[in-house]
C-alpha cells in the first residue's frame, strides 16, 4: 500500500501542483473561519459571492458577534441552513471576542469549543492560517479516499485517522485541495468521469466495474 500511496501522491502532485490555496476567499483567519461554517451543505463559489458583501458589511469580528440574527439570515440566506449558520456565527464570534480576545485559537480543542466549529472546520485553519498539519474529510476526501483503498471507514473522525497513517504529514493538507479538485473535475458522485481519469490503476472501485463488465 505505501508503494500505491507514493504512486497516486506522485499523481497528483503532477496533475494539480503543490500550492497551499484554499478555494474559500479571506484575507485573514476569522474570514475564512466564517467562510468555511457558511460552506456546510454549499459551494465554495456561492460562498464567495455572499462574503464579498458580508465581509464588507461586517468588517470585523466585533462586528458580527454584535449582528442582529435576523438581518444576519437575510444577508447569508442564499447559502442554505441560514439559521442554524447565522447562530452559531453571532455565538462563535461573541466566544472569539470575550474568551480569545478577539483572535482565531490555534488549538483543535480551542478551535471545536466554538459554536458551529467541528473537526473539518478546525482543521480547514489549522491547516490554511497556522500550516499546522491537518486532514480535512469532507465528502469529496472521504468517497474518494475509500475509492482509492486508504480507509474503510464511513465517520469522517475515523477516516481522519486511517489517512493520519497512511499519508506523509507534509501532504496532509494538499490531499484535501487535491481530492477536492478532483471530486469536482472528474471523480463526481454519482457518475464519475472513469474515462478522464489518472488514478484508475490505484481506484478500487474501477477495478471491480472492469472486473464485473470484463
Given at each position: 500500500?505505501?508503494?500505491?500511496t507514493?504512486?497516486i501522491?506522485d499523481?497528483?502532485?503532477?496533475?494539480?501542483?503543490?500550492?497551499?490555496?484554499?478555494?474559500?476567499?479571506?484575507?485573514?483567519?476569522?474570514?475564512?473561519?466564517?467562510?468555511?461554517?457558511?460552506?456546510?451543505?454549499?459551494?465554495?463559489?456561492?460562498?464567495?459571492?455572499v462574503?464579498?458583501?458580508?465581509?464588507?458589511?461586517?468588517?470585523?469580528?466585533?462586528?458580527?458577534?454584535?449582528?442582529?440574527?435576523?438581518?444576519?439570515?437575510?444577508?447569508?440566506?442564499?447559502?442554505?441552513?441560514?439559521?442554524?449558520?447565522?447562530?452559531?456565527?453571532?455565538?462563535?464570534?461573541?466566544?472569539?471576542?470575550?474568551?480569545?480576545?478577539?483572535?482565531?485559537?490555534?488549538?483543535?480543542e480551542?478551535?471545536?469549543?466554538?459554536?458551529g466549529?467541528?473537526?473539518?472546520?478546525?482543521n480547514?485553519?489549522?491547516?490554511?492560517?497556522?500550516?499546522?498539519?491537518?486532514?480535512?474529510?469532507?465528502?469529496?476526501?472521504?468517497r474518494?479516499?475509500?475509492?482509492?483503498?486508504?480507509?474503510?471507514?464511513?465517520?469522517?473522525?475515523?477516516?481522519?485517522?486511517?489517512?493520519?497513517?497512511?499519508?506523509?504529514?507534509?501532504?496532509?493538507?494538499?490531499?484535501?485541495?487535491q481530492?477536492?479538485?478532483?471530486?469536482?473535475?472528474i471523480?463526481?458522485?454519482?457518475?464519475?468521469?472513469?474515462g478522464?481519469?489518472?488514478?484508475?490503476?490505484?481506484?478500487q472501485?474501477?477495478?471491480?466495474?472492469?472486473?464485473?463488465?470484463?
Open positions: 500500500m505505501k508503494k500505491n507514493k504512486a501522491l499523481l497528483l502532485d503532477e496533475k494539480y501542483g503543490t500550492d497551499f490555496r484554499c478555494s474559500l476567499d479571506h484575507e485573514n483567519a476569522w474570514q475564512l473561519l466564517i467562510a468555511t461554517i457558511l460552506s456546510a451543505q454549499c459551494t465554495d463559489a456561492r460562498v464567495n459571492i462574503t464579498a458583501d458580508l465581509f464588507r458589511k461586517y468588517p470585523s469580528v466585533e462586528a458580527f458577534a454584535q449582528a442582529d440574527l435576523k438581518e444576519l439570515e437575510k444577508d447569508i440566506h442564499s447559502t442554505g441552513f441560514y439559521h442554524n449558520k447565522a447562530k452559531n456565527i453571532i455565538a462563535c464570534c461573541k466566544d472569539l471576542v470575550e474568551k480569545f480576545g478577539g483572535e482565531v485559537p490555534r488549538s483543535l480551542d478551535l471545536t469549543s466554538l459554536a466549529v467541528g473537526r473539518k472546520t478546525a480547514v485553519i489549522r491547516g490554511n492560517i497556522y500550516h499546522d498539519p491537518s486532514i480535512v474529510v469532507d465528502t469529496h476526501v472521504k474518494i479516499s475509500k475509492k482509492l483503498g486508504l480507509t474503510k471507514e464511513e465517520e469522517p473522525g475515523k477516516v481522519e485517522q486511517d489517512l493520519m497513517k497512511a499519508l506523509p504529514k507534509e501532504h496532509w493538507i494538499l490531499w484535501n485541495i481530492l477536492i479538485t478532483l471530486g469536482r473535475e471523480c463526481k458522485a454519482p457518475t464519475p468521469k472513469c478522464e481519469c489518472f488514478l484508475t490503476g490505484y481506484c472501485d474501477y477495478k471491480k466495474r472492469k472486473g464485473k463488465s470484463g
